[in-house]
């Protein structure tokens, strides 16, 4: 029988009513009138059919009015990439889905109706895990195509296990005149207490600040109390499940939004430091990435084969994430000197993420310059692979692949870092 | 009034909310501990949200405030970790929980599903940091017995405990302490089986001695949360909330059954009369303007009313000690923060005679009517408490409404809520099933503490306490003090068991406050009792005199009783007794010992034991006859 089928079942004398839900095992799921679930095994157990599956009788949605289309409001545009603002819980079935079209996140944020007039798209379907550079490319010229046909401000929702990629890799991609703001939540929005609607709200209010920059909008602390505006290329999720996971790393972020639940309207922006003004940029896209790169993190004992292998493997340029100011063992030196010598450019970031790379004050990082090893200053390792893709797209001249990997394109690089 | 249970056709129904005293919280490592609030280490604040089908309130008013939720502030401990915050996904079903559930199950007769699903309830009061409350049903169809019949236990469910709400503040914002949140505790629901005040206390009590019987759930104020279903014919069912004192069930039973049937005597007085609710809010703040009134002046001097036709005195009519219809009204309009105040109770507070007859003129309301008026600080305040206030007004001509009550100290009741409709419910997928391994149960089954069955019989045997007494003892919660000072002392097993049962309900019902005493000081009795310090007669004054002053000592009780006698005095009394009556003595013979018995009791009845004094009597009387023989 099923899922869904109404059924009684006889069992120890005990007689079970209710629904079939799907089950992982080979026992049998009931949800009970009383809205339980409970699992018995088909041993002994009598089933008996008393309803067929009835799609008819599927819970309606409710279906609430949502203010579109207000005058004077700002238009933004909503892509989603698969990570969730919104679902709707199924309490029949318990099925959660999730909910992505403009109407859906209305009904579900209404107060974004209140900031912006809101259109919302769907580009993929996906957990952030699956994210390739291919899709950041496609995702970079759907932004490019918003804001060309008047977009006011683009949000893009994703997944967060790898938001602060995608982030990093359009901040390269697109030069932007708008707002491009990444948002996403740490708690599933198909509980009253998901971190969603907070950080969408937020990350509207942002979308329609004076800012021209690609950005990543979470919550700031624990609290539903206010949100961080993070440089794309310098935030990073710190942390597996708690809200205020995105954390900038070697600058302030750029601003924060205060949250008041009961007037969105009446949210403010604040900026903290420097940054792009609307206008500023003149829209362009860049959207070519060389995909064949690689993030190697060192570990006391590890040997250079891996560098040997990714070579072989066809890869076209690495990123070291080192120990300390930025070292590998001594004997990976001749290793890494031949296959820089062979036009594979590799570039040295930091395992303590914090702080900037600095080979020349020990003999192993002296002797790694010598070896020809870009440092990668105080970017972030994910931000260094993504930029090395994107520079590696332009040009495999060795000399410009580090004059651009140490050139400040999108804010990846810090001149100055205070003591935070 | 005694009430005819079977008339009015009772049908109660118990749902029983017990901690369960696990080494770690039922989803994380954190230990079950309720903390001081000062010790909070860090607060955070959050709001809740939920879609519109998620709310199930009826009112729209509600529905909107509830979209945007209120602040909650929740305040955390180094008891506590990222679960309880809502900010780490939880661990699996505690293991030692699901024991205890089980084994509770088992006592209970239960049948036991053979996989548990853990489900989330949604909650957006701000209990529940996540927005629902994780719960997980355990066993189904079980029975425990009564003197009054079986009652079958429907369902029995494993879940965890919500924060604790502390503080309620001005601006809207509710302080909850996360330190309870995550508590395992076990739901038991009973059919609505009961059909007696009684058999409800009963029920609860049996209940309560089940769970503790296991010596794996929480003692103390707060572990334990009964609530209570009623209803009668041409009644509604009423669950009544939060019940503290197992003494107060027979009470609150008894006054929900009279509050319905007063509610229909006032619907049938109300159709009589063809009462009128009109639903026209009058702005009368002119006519208080220079009141006298404090409480419309700190309430902000705008005064609303509307009128109640042909409600005069019904408003005023008592449904429970402490609680007229217009309590109940009231309670209302405390949902805006505003009281209620009615022509059936004015002139007071400080209204005055003119006021009213001003405000009779305004409705053109005669003496049969009852006018309603609320003071607010704003016209939509007044407004919304007066609506509410109109509505169930108008319910009571068409019935009795079905609620969420809540318990108040003296066994009375206050609207909560409305009776919530079928909770909303979807798979914890965060936590895994479990699946019950049979083994598992054949060893809980094993392992179960004893039943009552076995123990009357066990008592009846060992003890020789007859039919009556072991059933008493047996289901009482005494039973383990019982058999611990039968063991300890050389007393009767019959007189222990009577104390422990008969004794302590007549003192009870007399409203001696035995709860005062501890296992120690009733330890104390029997133990100086078996050291003849006093005379068992004396038992009930003893524990009334320590209900009284708990801090004393038995021996000090038996000080200030002027129970403790020395044998010397009591031989002494009784020589002399029996040579004051001599004459008497020798013309009754041995039949002479009743009389001078009663003498000798009215001195140390309690003092020393009655039998004792009878023989020692018996002896002197003898040994007089005796001499006087040899003479």
Known sequence: ?420 | MAIDYARVGLRAGLEIHQQLDTGTKLFCKCPTVLRDKKDARYSFIRYLRASKSELGEVDAAARAEARYSRTFIYKAYDTTCLVENDEEPPGELNPEAIDIALEIALMLNMNIVDEIHTMRKIVIDGSNTCGFQRTALIATDGWLTTEEGRVRVDSLCLEEDAAQKIEERADGSVVYSLDRLGIPLVEIGTAPDIRTADQARNVAEQLGMILRSTGKVKRGLGTIRQDINISIDGGARVEIKGVQNLRLIGTIVDNEITRQLKLMELMHELNNRGGRVEHRIVDLSDIFRDTASRVIRRAGGLVYGACLRGFAGILGTELQPGRRFGSELADFAARYGTGLMHTDELPAYGITSAEIARMRSVFGASESDCIVIVAADTRSRAENALNEVLNRAEEAMRGIPKETRRALPNGSSAYMRPLPGAARMYPETDVPPVEIDPLRLKDLSSRLPETFEHRIGRYKRQFGLNDELATKIGRSSNYELFEAIVRAYKVAPTLVARTLTDTMVELTREGVELENLTGQQIHDIFRLLAANEFGKEAIPEILRYIANKPDQTVERAIEELGLRTSMADVERFIEDTVASKRDFIFEKGERAVGPLMGIVMREFRGKVDGKKLNSMLKTKVLELLEANKGD
Not at chain 1, 265 to 288: I, Q, Y
Request: charged fraction near 20%; glycine fraction near 8%.
């Open chain 1, 1 to 420: 029988m099923e899922p869904g089928t109404r059924v009684r079942i006889k069992k120890n004398n005990v007689t079970y009513e209710g629904i079939l839900m799907p089950s992982a095992t080979d026992n049998i799921v009931l949800k009970l009138d009383n809205g339980y679930n409970v699992g018995l095994r088909p041993e002994n157990a009598v089933v008996e059919q008393i309803e067929s599956y009835n799609s008819e009788i599927k819970e309606q949605p409710v279906i609430e009015e949502v203010m579109t289309g207000r005058e004077g409001l700002p238009q933004l545009t909503i892509l989603s990439t698969g990570g969730t603002i919104a679902s709707r819980v199924d309490y029949r079935t318990g099925a959660v889905s999730p909910q992505f079209s403009t109407h859906d996140i209305l009904a579900a944020i209404p107060e974004l109706g209140e900031i912006a007039n809101i259109s919302g798209r769907v580009i993929y379907s996906i957990l952030s895990e699956n994210m390739r550079a291919s899709y950041w490319q496609k995702l970079a010229r759907e932004i490019y195509n918003e804001i060309n046909n008047g977009a006011y401000g683009v949000i893009v929702t994703h997944g967060t296990d790898t938001m602060g990629y995608t982030a990093s890799a359009l901040s390269f991609m697109i030069r932007t005149p708008v707002p491009v703001v990444l948002v996403g939540s740490q708690r599933s929005s198909d509980r009253p207490s998901s971190d969603a609607a907070m950080n969408a709200i937020c990350a509207a209010r942002v979308a329609c600040s004076d800012l021209a920059e690609v950005v990543v909008v979470m919550h700031g602390t624990t609290s539903d109390d206010f949100c961080y505006i993070h440089r794309g290329t310098k935030v990073r999720k710190m942390h597996t499940s708690a809200r205020n996971a995105f954390q900038s790393v070697n600058s302030a972020p750029i601003g924060k939004v205060d949250y008041t639940a009961s007037d969105v309207t009446k949210l403010s922006v604040e900026f903290m430091s420097e940054h792009a003004h609307r206008g500023d940029n003149k829209l362009e896209l860049h959207a070519e990435l060389e995909e064949r790169c690689a993030l190697v993190k060192f570990y006391p004992g590890a040997t250079a084969d891996i560098i040997d292998y990714l070579v072989e493997r066809g890869n076209r340029g690495i990123v070291l994430e080192g120990t300390g100011l930025g070292h590998v063992s001594a004997d990976w030196i001749p290793t890494l000197e031949r296959v820089i010598r062979d036009g594979i450019p590799v570039v040295m970031t930091s395992q303590c993420l914090y702080g900037t790379v600095c080979d020349r004050v020990y003999d192993t990082g002296r002797d790694l310059i010598r070896a020809g090893v870009i440092e990668g200053m105080d970017m972030l390792p994910e931000t260094a692979l993504v930029k090395l893709m994107w520079v590696l797209a332009q040009t495999s001249d060795m000399d410009e692949v580090k004059r651009l990997m140490q050139t400040n394109v999108a804010g990846e690089i810090t001149a100055r870092r205070a003591n935070l």
